[in-house]
């Protein structure tokens, strides 16, 4: 066998120039000269490069810079793994709530924000909130104020927001971008300037269910029109959204009109409301293509519902009821009720084809984001499950307390519920 040689090659600077003939050979000390110089351009273009990108980030008007809508917004859509990026606006998120050692912290500064969509049931759920929890100190309502006060045991700030103990403080049914951008600062107005800790809860209904409930509402003369749609620091204009309607409302409206009318907020409400409005322009058509603009909007939806402390879901209210309870590590004194007969039900019967396809079509959003968030919920609610050693007997008498606290006395009745006006 013969020994393997080491075989060293050196390169001369002839070589060089015999592959390069065009270029001279330069001395040894005109290549350090050049050396040298290299590295000052090398150090001051890697200068102007960190400058250029903070420049950018300060400077540059929002989404002007932004990454293409494409690159815009990444999500995981995977059931129970944490979104790799939540934004802190969205306040704790429910994988947040499931640590062994958290708790909501009523005594400090903790507050539930309750973003309330039209049509879900979120009335009766803002009720149960302010009229049905067993608290230390119960909620009490006022008829002179119309409003609740649901204090802190031991200070007279509030741990919830919601219609009922803060009015519309951030606009008539305020949307996630309203209020994320607005309850820090009217709660500051209100109260002492402290830094708080934001629980964001809210209800979904199905979608067709709740469209049509919508325009029974609607057909009855309700109009929402004190909605600001604030977004990026300034209402919407009516060129962004024309109004479907002349006049006071539009009361009397069939059905066929209301599908037609293009800028009918009625259509994917609740991934409207529960996306990140910014992210598409607001409301600015031209922002970007629909196809782009839909596909941006659903996904912020998915993420921001996944990354709120609770939601639930108008069809399963006991399951609800239960994962708020266990989240929240508070009790309701009644069950919720379920009423699967609604006005919507009797509409949807008397639906032509034409009228259910189109209905469908123009709620293609709120139905894919209705199946992830009930996907979502019974995942939720087989993990606390598996967790709760009393399970069947707790699921079994929900809502049966033997009450400490008496509910506030107060009549609904006499609330003032107007849904075209704010405070």
């Not at 934004?87 to 704790?92: D, N, P, T, V, Y």
Request: with cysteine; aromatic share 12%.
């Amino acid at each position: 066998m013969k020994s393997s040689k080491s075989v060293s090659v050196q390169v001369f600077d002839s070589d060089i120039a015999y592959l390069l003939p065009n270029v001279s050979v330069p001395d040894s000390r005109q290549m350090e000269s050049r050396s040298s110089r290299l590295k000052q351009a090398c150090i001051l273009v890697l200068g102007m490069c960190i400058f250029g990108i903070f420049g950018l980030g300060y400077y540059c008007p929002d989404k002007v810079c932004a990454l293409s809508p494409a690159q815009t917004l990444r999500i995981e859509n995977n059931i129970g793994k944490p979104l790799r990026r939540v934004s802190s606006k969205a306040g704790l998120s429910y994988d947040d709530m499931l640590n062994e050692d958290f708790s909501f912290d009523m005594d400090s500064h903790d507050v539930m924000v309750f973003l309330h969509m039209q049509k879900t049931g979120g009335t009766s759920f803002g009720k149960h909130l302010v009229q049905d929890l067993d608290l230390k100190r119960p909620c009490t309502c006022p008829i002179s104020r119309k409003r609740c006060h649901c204090f802190r045991p031991h200070s007279n700030q509030s741990w919830l927001f919601s219609r009922y103990t803060t009015g519309w403080k951030c606009g008539l049914h305020a949307d996630w971008t309203e209020l994320t951008s607005c309850v820090d600062r009217k709660l500051d107005e209100l109260e002492e300037v402290v830094k708080r800790r934001y629980f964001y809860v809210t209800l979904l209904r199905e979608p067709i269910s709740r469209y049509l409930s919508e325009f029974r509402h609607v057909q009855r003369g309700a109009t929402w029109r004190g909605s600001r749609h604030f977004c990026k620091g300034r209402p919407v204009t009516e060129k962004e959204l024309p109004p479907c309607y002349e006049g006071e409302n539009w009361g009397g409206v069939e059905l066929d009109e209301f599908i037609a009318c293009k800028s009918n907020l009625a259509a994917n409400r609740q991934t409207r409301m529960l996306a990140d409005l910014e992210l598409i322009g607001c409301y600015d058509q031209s922002y970007m293509p629909k196809q782009d603009r839909d596909r941006i909007m659903l996904a912020s939806a998915k993420k921001n519902l996944q990354s709120m402390a609770f939601f639930g879901l108008t069809e399963y209210q006991k399951i609800s009821q239960y994962i708020f309870e266990e989240t929240f590590n508070l009790r309701f004194s009644i069950p919720f009720e379920q009423n699967n007969s609604t006005v919507s039900s009797s509409t949807i019967t008397t639906l032509t084809p034409e009228q259910t396809a189109r209905i469908a079509e123009l709620n293609s959003l709120d139905i894919e984001l209705y199946n992830f968030a009930k996907k979502l919920l019974f995942e939720r609610f087989e993990q606390l499950k598996a967790k709760d050693v009393d399970f069947n007997e707790r699921f079994k008498h929900l809502g049966e307390l033997v009450i400490r606290n008496s509910p506030t006395d107060f009549d609904w009745d006499k609330f003032d519920d107007s849904t075209d006006t704010y405070d």
